[in-house]
């Protein structure tokens, strides 16, 4: 702790102005330092939304011989959208996709879509109590025989905190099935344990370095 020096009329007063000059201009490092990352999660935030465009990469993969629920369709498609404004009831843009393959796994991928995200904007157009601003958009994409969707819904309700949720599935073009998330990072040869443990420790990592960083630069 620093301690002052005592004058006449109490601590000194050049030693008290030099060290507020000191704690001042930390502080200014750190609110720089802070606002810089906070650009830097704006950003990655900015890049991140930017991948749900809507839309699905085949990647020139032939599907030509899937079977289709509607044929002149490709097999995963936008089948309903909607973006509509409601002054002090609601924000709504929604992009639901759907899987355009005629089997059991298209239709269990298709009944969630609308259990979780359109029954939910539904509810929202027809009675929405509090400001609500919500959205729903997806990427996908073909590699190798594997094809990928990701929905990303956005929920708002008044003053409560916003809700993001990520829905990824992960259906064998080959096989007809689908590959659950696990069976991914088989192929790769990485378990699930390994993929949390290493998680956990970047976590733990950027948050000590954090920490390390601060005390130093009020020592």
């Given amino acids: 702790m620093k301690k002052f020096s005592i004058v006449e009329k109490g601590y000194n007063q050049k030693e008290v102005n030099e060290f507020l000059d000191i704690v001042i201009n930390r502080l200014e490092k750190v609110v720089a330092e802070n606002n810089k990352l906070n650009l830097q999660i704006e950003e990655l935030k900015k890049e991140f939304n930017n991948l ?12 030509s011989n899937i079977p289709k629920l509607v044929e ?19 924000e709504v843009n ?9 089997n059991s796994v298209g239709n269990e991928f298709n009944a969630i879509t609308q259990t979780i995200f359109a029954n939910k904007a539904m509810d929202i157009l027809k009675d929405s109590k ?27 309700e008044g003053t409560s905190a916003q809700r993001i949720i990520v829905q990824t599935y992960n259906y064998d073009l ?46």
């Fill in 52 to 63: 749900f465009n809507n839309s699905v990469e085949f990647n020139g993969y032939d599907t």
């Fill in 72 to 90: 002149n369709k490709p097999i995963v498609y936008t089948t309903y959208e909607l973006e509509e404004n409601k002054e002090d009831k609601y």
């Fill in 94 to 102: 929604m992009y639901i996709p759907v899987i355009n393959i005629k």
């Fill in 130 to 156: 509090v400001y609500t601003i919500y959205s729903i958009t997806y990427t996908g994409y073909i590699n190798g025989d594997i094809l990928s969707v990701i929905i990303k819904s956005t929920l708002k």
């Fill in 174 to 219: 080959k096989t007809g099935r689908e590959i659950k998330f696990e069976e991914l990072l088989a192929q790769k040869q990485i378990s699930t344990s390994e993929v949390s443990k290493k998680i956990n420790t970047e976590i733990t990592k950027s948050i000590k370095e954090f920490i390390i960083n601060l005390i130093e630069r009020f020592k």
